[in-house]
């Protein structure tokens, strides 16, 4: 079982950042897959990026090029850097991991609201 907590998120203006952090309770080094989804207002939950353990990353076509997944294997945390946000970048997020590295992430944290606005 791994626990994710993911404190953050907030209102910010259309064109600024933010950051997410998602901590872990477990080394982050033997999780095959972690990354992000998010869910806007009567939408489904979408993917956003993912990175493996190896280090490799996978991002949604909407969030390419403004959006940067990492991580801090010593703090167990892995991060989601969102630059140039727009209004259409408001949902929670959700951060997850997946045992088998893939997409289909098992464990799930309680999500974290990102509101994009002036």
């Known amino acids: 079982q791994v626990r994710l907590v993911e404190p953050g998120g907030g209102l910010v203006q259309p064109g600024g950042s933010l950051r997410l952090s998602c901590a872990a309770s477990?080394?982050?080094?033997?999780?095959?897959?972690m990354g992000w989804y998010r869910q806007a207002p009567g939408k489904q939950r979408e993917f956003v990026a993912l990175i493996t353990s190896g280090g490799s990353t996978n991002y949604a076509d909407a969030v390419k090029g403004r959006f940067f997944i990492d991580r801090d294997k010593a703090k167990n945390t892995v991060y989601l850097q969102m630059n140039s946000l727009n209004v259409e970048d408001t949902a929670v997020y959700y951060c997850?991991?997946?045992?088998?590295?893939?997409?289909?992430?098992?464990?799930w944290g309680q999500g974290t609201q990102v509101t994009v606005s002036s």
């Open positions: 997850g991991a997946d045992p088998f590295g893939t997409t289909r992430f098992k464990y």
């Open positions: 477990t080394n982050i080094s033997g999780i095959p897959a």
